[in-house]
């Protein structure tokens, strides 16, 4: 065997970054395609515990790497081989199983697959980070260099990913990956063959092995059947059926879009049992399997009429000739219904270019004309971006996106961000107003309702906190049986405007809930929903009363759901969920209490439950089983500590910086892509130029944790006046200030991992593997704790708590042993 001077050159970092690249990019492409196939929440609880492969790669080097280490070559070529097959065969295996996602939590059976499942995607990720791991604890020399082709390589796996999810379909995604990790095994195979050597039986078959498995993944498709739930799969079926046709398919990183048309579809959001007339013939349009729209088969606004019947129709009714913002219109049905209505002017604001796109040039004909209209403006742009960068005002701004049907949902899209339906930006949005203008959002009602009072509150803060005047003053809220619209004017409330709006709900046969001077003894249901006991009125007319003219405070503690107001700061609109209200449901819903529950915020705490069980079991496994081993190894505490506050703490700052900057940018998927890769980039170079500094790695413990709290301390105090000034910006401008920013603390994140690796070459090798799992252990223990922390806490206070961590590790530093 060579000796590590000969084997350590160029290729060993390339080898590191190509493996990098192809960690970051399965792990997107498995949620990519899971997004597709099952549900976006499901893809969360099956990759988290998969990446605990990572830090469990650190558990399998602590316990045999100096077994391993006498034989490196040899082990980490069967290792690279190992991650090259697993992809593709895991992957074909977890896609054949019979997963049930409505029952997964509630039947032992499906738990058991859910397990199986879990532990096969488990493997491409342990092979990955066993490579990683194993170089890094074998050339400990060389870490700067190794971390830094890790973290860079990192950094590009994002953008990879990115880009391939326009090439191919979600289902494909993730055995495209396979030819990365060839590449990645070549590089390695390359770092340890001498110039001198002829090739050998042994190069010769792994590289035929790997070529097969590569072309087999590249060439054969996987089995990619849709989960039967998912309204795609009804479609799949009618048209196997004969009475469906896939009309047009687009898949990008923002989404898979199918275009079906059926004679047996006919949707009208929220339309009343009143309407007169039936819907007309339309196309379903589908984003990731989920109905998000219809398009209308029409040419004329006159066949749009069933709109009328709903209450989405209502502001048109109080306004006359009114310039429109639709925020996040799809298929054109609320464009339909602004023509129809009178509207001057329609803006609409749709983030996806895809689907406009799809919808203006390739269905054209087909119902997609309605944005040729002269009087139709489209803006490709996300619907908040939109709103902070306009100089136009508005008569009506309609909250399209908003506008959605949650039953069914479990609660299950808590987890996801929402900053468009937070106070601060219907405050934005009411300040592009005109005088008489006013906001709608349409929502379907619950039982107790929680869509529709977290709505009002948003509602009540904007013009409170905001605005002047009395809230009360500025409301008007009608319903049907199925949803409620509700109003938000920027003046008080005309006389007039109260008269006209009760005349056209009723003509609409909407029930009022609140208007200013309604009388609660006056009410008379016409489509009756629940309320309380004795009373003619229902819970949102008694909601609406506490909050305004009761104890606010009090009510919001008492119900059953979190239904005070989305901020920017915590930007979870559809996050219900309330630790106080589980004795209630348990007393009201006995055996079914669990599946009332909010479960995207359920399955988070029981992803984080199950990781940091695990974590803690792999990582006192190795002190356990080899306690004579490590008996006598120096600093074991501090390695705990330090590798252990730097991974939780990287990823609380992280995540929360992506939040913060997405905002900024706009775009959601460019902007995670572009501040991940620049984070992890930055933080490359940081690790790289450690060698060249010269200050012993203590020191640089101490400078990289002080810098890292004083730049981000400074970063809460003014980075969103910053951001406030360059919002108008375009988006080239936008994206170099976002990267001048990251820049500083990014940096001195890459000083953390290399110096404390540095620092156990002082106690020897031994612990250097067992780090190497801490770090990677609590980096995924640390993010869904984040997203429970912010859903509570609010990111501020999340970023706060990764800078505690950092001074955990800078303190740590006066800990560690020496010489």
Sequence with gaps: MKNKQNIYNYWSGVSIFFVSIAIIALQLMIMRALSVTHYYHFSYLVISPALLGFGASGTFLA?????????????????????????PVTYWITQSMPLDTQYLLHSGEQIMLLISYNVLVFIPFFFGGTIIGFMISYFKEEVPELYAANLIGSGVGGVFAIGLMFLFPAFKLPVMITPVVFVAMICFWLSIRSKSETYTIKDVMLGTIGMVVTLGAVLV???????????????????????????QQRYGPRGQIDVY???????????????????????????????????????????AEIMDFTPQSLPYRLLDDPHVLLLGETG?????????????????????????????????????????????????????????????????????????????????????????????????????????????????????????????????????????????????????????????????????????????????????????????????????????????YSYIHHAINEILFGDAGAFYDDWAYHVESATDNSPYFQDFFK??????????????????????????????LQLSLIAFLLIILPLLFRYSYYKGTRNKLPTLIYFFSIGTGFMFIEMTFIQTFTKFLGDPIYSVAAILSSILVFSGIGSGVQKKLGIPPVQRMRIAAGSIIGITLIYLLTVDPILQVFIGTGTATRFLITVLLLFPVSFFFGWMFPSGVQMLETS????????????????????????????????????????????????????????
């Design 261 to 303: 048309s059926s004679p047996t579809f006919h949707h009208t959001l929220f339309a009343g049992a009143m309407a007169t007339t039936t819907p007309p013939g339309q196309l379903a349009l589908m984003v990731d399997g989920q109905l998000t729209g219809a398009i209308f088969s029409i040419d004329d606004p006159g066949d």
């Design 579 to 608: 630790w106080s209200s589980l004795d209630r449901f348990w007393e009201t819903y006995g055996d079914q209490w669990f599946q009332r529950l909010e479960l995207g915020y359920v399955i988070l705490v029981i992803t984080f």
């Design 332 to 536: 054109g049905v609320n464009v339909w219904m602004a023509k129809r209505m009178g509207a001057e002017k329609i803006t609409v604001v749709q983030n996806n270019p895809q689907i406009m796109d799809l919808i203006e040039e390739d269905l054209a004909e087909l119902g997609g004309a309605i944005y040729s209209d002269e009087r139709v403006e489209v803006v490709r742009q996300n619907p908040r971006l939109f709103l902070e960068q306009t100089n136009q005002t508005f008569d009506l701004i309609q909250l399209v996106e908003g506008e959605v049907m949650t039953t069914g949902s479990g609660g299950l899209q808590g987890l996801n961000e929402d900053y468009l339906l937070t106070t601060e930006s219907i405050a934005r949005a009411r300040d592009i107003l005109t005088e008489d203008g006013m906001i709608s959002i349409t929502r379907e009602i619950q039982s107790p309702p929680r869509d529709n009072l977290k709505i009002f509150s948003i509602y009540n803060d904007v013009v409170s906190k905001f605005g002047e005047g009395r809230p009360e003053n500025h409301i008007m809220i009608s319903r049907n049986y199925l949803a409620a619209n509700s109003l938000l004017t920027k003046t008080p409330i005309t006389q007039e405007r109260i008269d006209r709006f009760l005349e056209e709900s009723r003509a609409l046969q909407l029930d009022r809930e609140y208007y200013p001077g309604i009388v609660t003894e006056e009410i008379d249901q016409l489509n009756i929903i629940d309320g309380p006991d004795d009373t003619n």
């Design 63 to 87: 316990l045999l790497y100096d077994r391993l280490k006498n034989n490196f070559a040899f082990w980490n070529l069967l290792f690279f081989m190992g991650f090259t097959i697993s992809i």
């Design 221 to 247: 498709d996987p089995p990619h059947s849709v989960d039967q739930y998912k309204t795609l799969a009804h479609f799949q079926q009618l048209e196997r059926q004969g009475d469906a046709e896939l009309i």
């Design 764 to 819: 020897g090798d031994s612990l250097i593997p067992w780090a190497w799992g801490i770090d990677g252990f609590a980096s995924v223990a640390a993010a869904p704790l984040a997203i429970i922390l912010s859903m509570s806490l609010g990111f501020t206070n999340v970023i706060l708590l990764g800078l505690l961590f950092y001074g955990i590790a800078g303190l740590t530093s006066y800990l560690w042993e020496t010489g």
